[in-house]
């Protein structure tokens, strides 16, 4: 008997909890996506309380939840990265640079469109 592949509400139900696996995994390992989800906790609501539209809530509430979202993809290189070597090697430096050049430019991102929603 050979291998069966998922479909339907069974792959639906298996990606939602390799999904809960994900988040549990990185809740576990990453000190700044445990960081983040806490700012998470503090920003969404204030954002809503802020936000004079729904459309300025949505933007103060939807760039507040990029940044963990940026962080698990970059938790997510650095561990193949890991993975594949513990030697340094440049292309190794880069990809966790790059990585982590992207949670940057999600955190700038936030500051941007909370100063011009606010101010």
Known sequence: MGYQKNTGLNRVVKAFGYSCQGLVAAWRSE???RQECV???ILI???LWLGETGVERALLVLVVMIVPVVELI???IEAVVDRVGEEVHPLSGRAKDIGSAAVFVSIFIVVVVWALVLL
Do not use: D, R, Y
Request: hydrophobic share 60%; glycine share 8%; proline share 8%.
């Open 31 to 33: 000190a700044a996506f």
């Open 39 to 41: 700012l998470c906790l």
């Open 45 to 47: 609501p204030v954002g």
């Open 74 to 76: 970059n938790s997510a």
